[in-house]
């Protein structure tokens, strides 16, 4: 007994590419795949296929973007009835625990949606399990946004959940059904509040181009993730507006097309006089940012004065109503176009302190100024003062007057 407890204990050796569980247990990984010896004694999930997917099963973001348009069937898919009967680990366990009781309220401003996302949607997913991942791979952000001596822990669970959703979320996209698209629905959702939250701050914005510095990103538009809800929408409108998410549209429905966008007047004299920016460009480029620029006023009157939908819905909807005409002049970095996106960032900047959106309008902004360069100072300095608070004027209230 004396040279049991007298027996010096083995070092246990680091390993780079072993599971998140032995990780944190402290203890070697054997790194045999699909589990490790030590989470199958445990009886846990092992994290191989979401830590470390092959890239010949599991798609890229670019990969989903190129997915083809969704068709609507009234047959479910097969996809659609997997059940979750994938095993998970007690930290997938605290991130749902997480989920319902803290990221959802924290995520949303209205209580209609934290209703439905804390409930409803919880169900989507154990019915559809990529609803379930995306949801884990958000909580993730968060705890690594309000814990960050776990940073590497729970950016891990986020970066795994997630591809583990994008790839059960392709098939069922690519067959949409009237059984599945309630799900598909709140994963686009999803999909866009994890973009916001996935966007580094030390890093370059990537959210409507590829940046032109030495910054090593993928050559992806995170707007077209956004967009992705308007063809879900579009498909299966009359299902969904009677379906268990109805109650997201609500104050929207009383919303006239044709009323007033009342600006305050800091506001109003800059986007009055942004269209001379491009003035000199032909008629049906002018007509394309004159349309979209009416979008991006609608979108601060109503963060400013609407009393219906939440700043953060207010804010997000913006992306449902820019055309694809005007995405490909960003795509193509057109300066007029670049500067919509500025006049976007006074929207950012008034959507509140939510943590998924903090920081984003001056990162965003930085980005913009960046490609734009010299020349264009008439029609930045406005959003510059508003955001980024410079030459002495803090941003608020006080500066929209």
């Not at 264009?376 to 002495?392: A, C, D, F, K, S």
């Amino acid at each position: 007994m004396a040279e049991l407890v007298s027996k010096p204990r083995r070092p246990h050796h680091k390993s780079r590419n072993g599971c998140a569980q032995c990780k944190q247990r402290k203890v070697k990984c054997d790194e045999q795949k699909p589990t490790c010896k030590k989470c199958d004694n445990y009886g846990s999930t092992c994290s191989f296929l979401q830590t470390h997917p092959q890239k010949s099963r599991l798609p890229t973001v670019a990969s989903m973007l190129a997915s083809p348009e969704p068709t609507l069937s009234s047959v479910s898919s097969p996809a659609s009835s997997v059940s979750l009967s994938t095993k998970f680990s007690m930290l997938d366990m605290e991130l749902l625990h997480h989920w319902t009781t803290v990221t959802c309220q924290a995520s949303l401003d209205y209580a209609a949606g934290v209703d439905v996302y804390r409930t409803t949607v919880i169900q989507f997913g154990f019915e559809f399990p990529f609803v379930m991942h995306i949801l884990l791979a958000m909580t993730a952000r968060h705890l690594e946004y309000l814990r960050p001596q776990r940073q590497a822990i729970y950016k891990h669970a986020a970066d795994s959940h997630a591809a583990t959703a994008l790839s059960l979320y392709q098939p069922e996209i690519a067959n949409l059904t009237t059984d599945n698209c309630h799900a598909c629905f709140a994963f686009s959702t999803s999909l866009a509040l994890y973009t916001w939250a996935s966007q580094s701050l030390d890093k370059p914005s990537t959210l409507f181009f590829k940046p032109s510095t030495n910054y090593q990103s993928a050559d992806i538009q995170w707007v077209k993730l956004h967009r992705g809800t308007n063809t879900i929408l579009a498909a299966v409108w009359d299902v969904l507006e009677k379906g268990p998410c109805h109650c997201l549209w609500a104050d929207w429905k009383d919303l006239d097309e044709d009323r007033p966008d009342p600006l305050y007047p800091g506001d109003e004299r800059y986007i009055n006089a942004l269209s001379e920016a491009w003035k000199d460009l032909p008629e049906e480029d002018r007509c394309i940012l004159d349309t979209n620029l009416k979008v991006t006023r609608r979108s601060i009157s109503m963060l400013d004065f609407s009393p219906g939908p939440s700043k953060l819905a207010s804010g997000i909807s913006w992306f449902s109503y820019i055309s694809e005409e005007f995405i490909q002049m960003l795509s193509e970095k057109r300066p007029e176009a670049l500067l919509i996106i500025c006049c976007y960032c006074l929207v950012l900047k008034r959507m509140g302190e939510t943590w998924w959106m903090k920081g984003k309008a001056e990162n965003l902004l930085r980005t913009v100024m960046t490609e734009l360069g010299g020349g264009w100072e008439t029609w930045t300095r406005w959003p510059i003062q508003v955001v980024l608070g410079e030459n002495g004027v803090l941003p608020g209230f006080e500066s929209r007057i």
